[in-house]
C-alpha cells in the first residue's frame, strides 16, 4: 500500500524555479530602474550600496526558499533510502522524512518509500516461508532418518531390504542438504559485506586453500568493493567449482571502468558444456548430484553479490570457464 505524507498545501516544482527565476529577473530591473533616480537624490555611490544590500537580502530570501523546498527535502529522501539499504533484516524500516518539499517531491517520497515496504515486506514474507518450510519439512524427515536408521541396525534385513533402506537414508540426507541450501540462500541475501579489499591481499590465503591451482592474478592493486570475508565466499565458491571442473591454473584480473569494476576469474579446465551454461546460475541445477552436489553454490553467490550492488555472469571462453563479476559504483 502506497504511504500518504501530510497533506499540506505545496507549491509546484514549475512554480518554485519560474518564481525564482522571475524573482532574479525582477530584482535586476528594480535595480536599474531604483539606481536611476535614486542616484541624484542621494549619490550614485550610496545608491548602489544601497540596492546592493537589497539585492543581498532579497537573494537569500530566495535561496533560503529553495534549500527549503528543494535541497533538504531530497537530502532528506537520500538519508532514508540509505538507511533502508543498511538496516537490519529484523528492524523496522526508519522513519519516513516529513519535510517533502514541492508537490512532485511529495509524490517522489511516497513512491519511494512504498517501494521500500514492498520490498521489506517481500524480503520478510520470503524469509518468514523458507524457515516455516524448512522447520516443517526437517520434521519429519528426521523421523523418517531416525526410523531407517533404527530398521538398518535391526535384524534380518534381506538384500534388497538394506539397498531399499539405504536409498531412504541417502534421500533423506539430499532433502536436508537441500534445506541447508535453501537457508543458506537466504543468509546471502541478508548478510552484509560492506567495505574493500584488494585480491593481492588474499592470494596466499588462497594458495594455501587451494594448493592443487595455480592462483594468479593481473592489476591486482584496485580494491574491490566487499569486505575481505566477502570476498573469500566468492573466491571459495569459483576456486572449487575450477577445482572440480580439473583446473591447475586460474587467473584473477581486475578490470575498472567507468562507474563499476570487474573481476574475470578464468580457468584452464573442462569448462562448461553449451547445454549446461544457460542452467548454472539456476537454483538446484547441478551435474554432480551423485557426489551430493545441491546446485545451489552460484545460486548462493548470485545472490550475495545482489545484496551488495554486484552481479555474476558467465562468459563463453575457448577453454576452461571464465566467470565475470561487476560491481557497479
Given at each position: 500500500?502506497?504511504?500518504?505524507?501530510?497533506?499540506?498545501?505545496?507549491?509546484?516544482?514549475?512554480?518554485?524555479?519560474?518564481?525564482?527565476?522571475?524573482?532574479?529577473?525582477?530584482?535586476?530591473f528594480l535595480g536599474l530602474v531604483a539606481l536611476r533616480y535614486l542616484g541624484p537624490e542621494i549619490g550614485f555611490r550610496n545608491a548602489a550600496a544601497l540596492l546592493g544590500i537589497?539585492?543581498?537580502?532579497?537573494?537569500?530570501?530566495?535561496?533560503?526558499?529553495?534549500?527549503?523546498?528543494?535541497?533538504?527535502?531530497?537530502?532528506?529522501?537520500?538519508?532514508?533510502?540509505?538507511?533502508?539499504?543498511?538496516?537490519?533484516?529484523?528492524?523496522?524500516?526508519?522513519?519516513?522524512?516529513?519535510?517533502?518539499?514541492?508537490?512532485?517531491?511529495?509524490?517522489?517520497?511516497?513512491?519511494?518509500?512504498?517501494?521500500?515496504?514492498?520490498?521489506?515486506?517481500?524480503?520478510?514474507?520470503?524469509?518468514?516461508?523458507?524457515?516455516?518450510?524448512?522447520?516443517?519439512?526437517?520434521?519429519?524427515?528426521?523421523?523418517?532418518?531416525?526410523?531407517?536408521?533404527?530398521?538398518?541396525?535391526?535384524?534380518?534385513?534381506?538384500?534388497?531390504?538394506?539397498?531399499?533402506?539405504?536409498?531412504?537414508?541417502?534421500?533423506?540426507?539430499?532433502?536436508?542438504?537441500?534445506?541447508?541450501?535453501?537457508?543458506?540462500?537466504?543468509?546471502?541475501?541478508?548478510?552484509?559485506?560492506?567495505?574493500?579489499?584488494?585480491?593481492?591481499?588474499?592470494?596466499?590465503?588462497?594458495?594455501?586453500?587451494?594448493?592443487?591451482?595455480?592462483?594468479?592474478?593481473?592489476?591486482?592493486?584496485?580494491?574491490?568493493?566487499?569486505?575481505?570475508?566477502?570476498?573469500?565466499?566468492?573466491?571459495?565458491?569459483?576456486?572449487?567449482?575450477?577445482?572440480?571442473?580439473?583446473?591447475?591454473?586460474?587467473?584473477?584480473?581486475?578490470?575498472?571502468?567507468?562507474?563499476?569494476?570487474?573481476?574475470?576469474?578464468?580457468?584452464?579446465?573442462?569448462?562448461?558444456?553449451?547445454?549446461?551454461?544457460?542452467?548454472?546460475?539456476?537454483?538446484?541445477?547441478?551435474?554432480?548430484?551423485?557426489?551430493?552436489?545441491?546446485?545451489?553454490?552460484?545460486?548462493?553467490?548470485?545472490?550475495?553479490?545482489?545484496?551488495?550492488?554486484?552481479?555474476?555472469?558467465?562468459?563463453?571462453?575457448?577453454?576452461?570457464?571464465?566467470?565475470?563479476?561487476?560491481?557497479?559504483?
Open positions: 500500500m502506497r504511504p500518504h505524507l501530510a497533506r499540506k498545501w505545496r507549491p509546484s516544482l514549475a512554480l518554485v524555479l519560474g518564481g525564482g527565476l522571475a524573482g532574479t529577473l525582477l530584482l535586476s537589497g539585492i543581498l537580502l532579497a537573494t537569500g530570501v530566495l535561496g533560503w526558499l529553495l534549500v527549503r523546498l528543494l535541497l533538504q527535502p531530497i537530502q532528506a529522501l537520500e538519508h532514508y533510502a540509505a538507511k533502508v539499504v543498511d538496516h537490519h533484516r529484523d528492524q523496522a524500516l526508519p522513519e519516513a522524512p516529513d519535510h517533502v518539499g514541492t508537490r512532485e517531491l511529495r509524490k517522489l517520497a511516497e513512491n519511494t518509500i512504498g517501494m521500500a515496504t514492498a520490498l521489506h515486506n517481500r524480503e520478510l514474507s520470503v524469509r518468514t516461508f523458507t524457515d516455516h518450510a524448512s522447520h516443517e519439512i526437517k520434521t519429519p524427515v528426521s523421523a523418517i532418518r531416525a526410523a531407517t536408521e533404527l530398521l538398518q541396525d535391526g535384524p534380518g534385513l534381506t538384500e534388497a531390504d538394506q539397498q531399499l533402506v539405504d536409498q531412504v537414508l541417502g534421500a533423506t540426507r539430499q532433502i536436508e542438504t537441500q534445506l541447508a541450501a535453501l537457508r543458506a540462500v537466504t543468509k546471502a541475501r541478508e548478510t552484509r559485506h560492506l567495505g574493500q579489499c584488494r585480491i593481492a591481499e588474499l592470494l596466499p590465503w588462497a594458495t594455501a586453500q587451494f594448493p592443487f591451482l595455480n592462483v594468479t592474478c593481473i592489476a591486482p592493486d584496485h580494491a574491490l568493493p566487499l569486505s575481505e570475508e566477502g570476498v573469500k565466499l566468492l573466491l571459495t565458491q569459483l576456486l572449487s567449482n575450477a577445482s572440480e571442473h580439473g583446473a591447475k591454473q586460474v587467473t584473477l584480473t581486475v578490470k575498472p571502468g567507468e562507474g563499476l569494476i570487474d573481476l574475470l576469474v578464468q580457468d584452464d579446465g573442462t569448462g562448461i558444456s553449451k547445454g549446461n551454461e544457460p542452467s548454472i546460475f539456476d537454483p538446484f541445477f547441478t551435474t554432480k548430484r551423485a557426489q551430493g552436489g545441491t546446485g545451489m553454490g552460484l545460486t548462493i553467490l548470485r545472490s550475495m553479490l545482489l545484496a551488495h550492488g554486484g552481479e555474476i555472469s558467465y562468459l563463453p571462453s575457448p577453454k576452461g570457464a571464465c566467470f565475470q563479476v561487476r560491481f557497479f559504483d
